[in-house]
């Protein structure tokens, strides 16, 4: 299986600042892979498809880069709202899998 | 407006069964791929098992492969998990979600129902 490792697992910011998440693959998942956002007692949205590809309705403020091993999710100045639970997926080779998640707190 | 409601979720004893279901409405859900997604108490995102639109093919995560079944109602707009031989370690909110026709990724998603496996 394809283990995802996010890093880093904590990320303590402030509004304003810019936000840098890193998703490294085990082997290549080409592009294939997505990015979520989660908030307390709700379910995942999706950020980021495809590497890159923002997903309907997400802010400019998020974008993702990257491909074969190496991802990142970029937020370019956070906003109060963007304070969550951060996870990479990938959809390359069965079975899909998720990395372990990165906290983005309020400094 | 797109939309995937879950049910019956609940406490059932280890050994137990319990299935869930998914309603979908606001899209094309005969040509879609579904998929069920679990999250254990303050961990992260594990897929669990997946099916293609037509029902001809399915997926699991070796956790459930055997004890769990996933299947579709087209004509209902409606998946399931069926749950067999649950044991504690399936405790977890589970979260059907949709890829799309394409096995794009997960979107959208519902809003989960809690399964608690527990004596």
């Known amino acids: 299986e394809i283990v995802l490792t996010q890093s880093p697992l904590t990320l303590s910011l402030s509004p304003g600042e810019k936000a840098t998440l890193s998703c490294r693959a085990s082997?290549?998942?080409?592009?294939?892979l997505a990015w979520y956002q989660q908030k307390p007692g709700q379910a995942p949205r999706l950020l980021i498809y495809?590497?890159?590809n923002r997903a309907t309705g997400i802010p400019a403020r998020f974008s993702g880069s990257g491909s074969g091993t190496d991802f990142t999710l970029t937020i370019s100045s956070l906003e109060p709202e963007d304070f969550a639970l951060y996870y990479c997926q990938q959809r390359s080779k069965w079975p899909i899998t998720f990395g372990q998640g990165t906290r983005l707190e309020i400094k | 407006e797109v939309q995937l409601l879950e049910s019956g979720g609940g406490s059932v004893q280890p050994g137990g069964s319990l299935t869930l279901s998914c309603v979908a409405s606001g899209f094309t859900f005969s040509s879609d791929v579904m998929n069920w997604v679990r999250q254990a108490p303050g961990k992260g995102l594990e897929w669990v098992s997946s099916?293609?639109?037509?029902?001809?093919?399915?997926y699991y995560a070796d956790s459930v492969k055997g004890r769990f079944t996933i299947s579709r109602d087209n004509s209902k707009n409606t998946l399931y998990l069926q749950m067999r031989i649950l044991r504690a370690e399936d405790t977890a909110i589970y979260y059907c979600?949709?890829?799309?026709?394409?096995?794009?990724?997960?979107?959208?998603w519902g809003q989960g129902a809690l399964v608690t496996v527990s004596s």
């Open positions: 082997q290549s998942v080409t592009n294939q």
């Open positions: 495809d590497a890159s």
């Open positions: 979600a949709s890829r799309g026709p394409n096995w794009g990724p997960f979107d959208p």
């Open positions: 099916i293609r639109g037509d029902s001809g093919t399915t």
